[in-house]
């Protein structure tokens, strides 16, 4: 465990600015699903619970980082998984860590208090897990990632999907009274929603900066141009970067600096949200872009 993480400097394309290595937390629990997990496994010990049970696609990095967690507080775990059967390496791995999958149908994948009050409704031990690890808990995770800075940052980005994460690098900020914008960079499509996601959480919105326009396509969609900007940024730097959270936001930060929408010289933080397994799910578009 690597804690606080380390920052370290890159420069990439001429421009330099820094990564904090939340990927460098743990290989499987990592990034923001450390930082959610921390307080709702805290949560969890304190109710005496024995089983997690949690949610999330068939790619999914709380999925994972749920499983190595269970496994090492001894702890079973269990996730329905969105979506008919399928076996791939994410999946493999949560299975090696022991952790039991429910394949259900993305309708009844909907209502996730419905599916866990039908199974385990009646069984005190088990604990909830919203998908993603949304949660209170997951907040005060987050906010953490702030409190673990000792130097100044003008810019502060990371990516979002549903916007815990976020939620608590903003809540963090302004607790802190820092001097420093806060930039999101959605990875679904319409990725406006964030706003009121974030909002439920943190009403100071004033140093909230969303970028909608880095989704390529949604969810988990990628193309040649972002797959290339990848690769070209890993080689570059030794810091790997996935196609569905990091690498959009990473292709943002250059982006914005190339427009001069942020200064050359300001002083950026990138948050490493983790989720490098990512990458095998897209290890075909991977092979044929140069
Ligand atoms: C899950 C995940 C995110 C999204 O975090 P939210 O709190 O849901 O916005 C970002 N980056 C990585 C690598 C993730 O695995």
């Not at 600015?17 to 743990?26: A, P």
């Not at 996601?197 to 969810?219: D, K, M, P, V």
């Not at 969609?221 to 290339?228: A, V």
């Not at 070209?232 to 600096?257: E, H, Q, R, W």
């Amino acid at each position: 465990m690597q804690l606080p993480s380390p920052i370290h400097q890159v420069t990439y394309n001429n421009h330099t600015f820094s990564i904090k290595r939340d990927d460098l937390i743990d290989p499987f629990v990592s990034g923001n699903k450390w930082r959610k997990l921390k307080y709702i496994l805290l949560d969890a010990a304190a109710k005496n619970k024995k089983h997690l049970v949690t949610f999330g696609g068939a790619y999914s990095n709380h999925l994972l980082a749920t499983a190595a967690a269970a496994a090492k507080h001894q702890l079973k775990a269990t996730a329905f998984v969105r979506g008919e059967e399928v076996n791939n390496e994410m999946l493999s791995l949560c299975k090696i860590f022991g952790m039991r999958l429910h394949f259900v149908s993305r309708e009844s994948y909907r209502d996730k208090l419905q599916l866990f009050e039908n199974r385990y409704g009646n069984d005190e031990n088990t604990y909830f897990i919203n998908e993603g690890g949304a949660a209170p808990e997951a907040i005060i995770g987050c906010t953490e990632i702030i409190e673990e800075l000792n130097e100044p940052f003008d810019h502060i980005f990371c990516a979002a999907g549903t916007g815990t994460t976020a939620a608590g690098l903003l809540k963090g900020i302004n607790q802190l009274e820092l001097d420093t914008q806060l930039h999101v960079i959605p990875v679904l499509k319409n990725g406006s929603f964030i706003k009121e996601e974030i909002a439920h959480f943190e009403q100071n919105l004033s140093r909230l900066n969303l970028h909608t326009n880095y989704h390529f396509g949604g969810y988990a969609k990628t193309n040649p141009e972002l797959i290339s900007f990848i690769k070209d940024f890993s080689a570059k730097t030794g810091i790997l970067i996935d196609p569905v959270y990091t690498g959009k936001m990473c292709y943002a930060i250059n982006d914005l600096i190339e427009k001069n929408h942020i200064k050359k010289d300001a002083r950026i933080l990138a948050i490493h949200t983790g989720g490098l397994f990512g990458i095998l799910g897209k290890i075909a578009e991977f092979e044929k872009t140069p």
